[in-house]
């Protein structure tokens, strides 16, 4: 049922980016599209029928009559449920569709149930366990990792999390109450300076494939591995940031007003919608931060690495190129 891409304007690759990825406004644009919390709701089957359309037309084949929109949209679900790197289908809590709905519930819950230690645990523990799933998940797909491996390291990640929170809360207790409402945050920009470089240790370990202007691999480097972790911690942080620095500002001064005071109930509610609000625009500009397909110079390699590329290349391959992750 395939036939030769009659429909489709002549050159068109797939894989091309629609937006210039050398620019932040590209890539936000990019994110904007494949982080679209309504693929979320696109039923397995359909997912499963893109993959088919990405792939038929990687083959230079799709079906009779398919415009150049319908493959774009294909590409768009594609990219948003299955991995960069090994093709398969990504668990659903664990794709960056699902950072909206996910992370405006758990961060909208951590932001109004931050006066009590148990509450504090539970809803650090609930973000960390959704944290370890969108990691694992969005990892370099070529550097497996054990079930021990991915055990320590959300045990870890956890344990900062909630030594940051608990500690701080203690310690707040006496201090202006916008400062408590900060807790969280603090707890989650520690727990992402260890979850991250724990759940992706056999990157650093064992350094991850680089590769060359072409996509022709050169070797394995970890210096691209430690490049790769700092810039996804950091955009993971820049993520949270807004919704959870700002948000308590407008909840202390709304609190005050009497209609408020009237309406506790629904100030979790409200706390939760307004989170949606922020990581609506936050997660695709914090994916934006950094391109996807990061480079690294070849002078700032292992020397091993850069010998051999040197020995091979000569001076042709002045960059390496590599897959962050997310």
């Known amino acids: 049922t395939y036939a030769k891409m009659a429909t489709v304007s002549p050159g068109f ?4 980016p629609r937006w210039d990825q050398s620019t932040f406004v590209g890539r936000l644009k990019h994110f904007l599209n494949i982080t679209d919390p309504r693929t979320v709701l696109v039923p ?20 009779p009559g398919s415009s150049q929109e319908q493959l774009l949209y294909a590409k768009k679900l594609y990219d948003s449920a299955f991995h960069p790197d090994s093709g398969e289908k990504m668990n659903f809590i664990g794709r960056m569709s699902f950072q909206v709905p996910g992370g405006m519930a758990i961060t909208g819950c951590m ?12 809803w650090q523990w609930v973000n960390q366990s959704f944290n370890a799933f969108v990691n694992y998940t969005n990892r370099n797909a070529a550097s497996p990792i054990s079930l021990r491996q991915i055990g320590v390291a959300y045990v870890t990640a956890t344990g900062a999390a909630l030594a940051t929170a608990v500690g701080l809360n203690l310690y707040t207790k006496r201090a202006p109450p916008l400062l408590a409402r900060w807790v969280p945050f603090a707890a989650v920009a520690a727990a992402n300076c260890v979850n991250i470089p724990m759940m992706r240790q056999q990157e650093i370990i064992n350094g991850i494939t680089v ?7 050169l070797g394995r480097s ?5 490049k ?7 955009s993971r942080i820049t993520m949270a940031a807004p919704g959870m620095i700002i948000l308590p500002v407008i909840m202390e001064r709304l609190e005050k007003f009497t209609f408020m005071q009237r309406i506790r109930i629904l100030h979790g509610p409200l706390q939760v919608l307004l989170c949606g609000g922020f990581l609506l625009f ?7 931060l950094f391109p996807q397909r990061c480079s690294l110079a070849l002078a700032d390699l292992e020397v091993e690495l850069r010998d ?15 897959n962050k992750g997310l």
């Open 13 to 16: 690759n797939i894989d091309s």
């Open 44 to 63: 397995e089957e359909e997912l499963d029928r893109a993959k088919a359309l990405v792939e038929g037309c990687r083959a230079g084949l799709v079906p």
């Open 282 to 288: 936050m997660v695709p500009a914090a994916c934006a």
């Open 228 to 234: 790769g972790i700092a810039q996804v911690v950091l």
């Open 308 to 322: 051999s590329i040197m020995a091979k290349h000569g001076d042709k391959v002045p960059y390496v190129y590599f």
């Open 222 to 226: 970890r210096r691209a591995a430690v």
């Open 111 to 122: 932001l109004q149930f931050y006066r009590t230690v148990p509450a504090v645990v539970f």
């Open 211 to 217: 590769t060359d202007e072409n996509n022709n691999e």
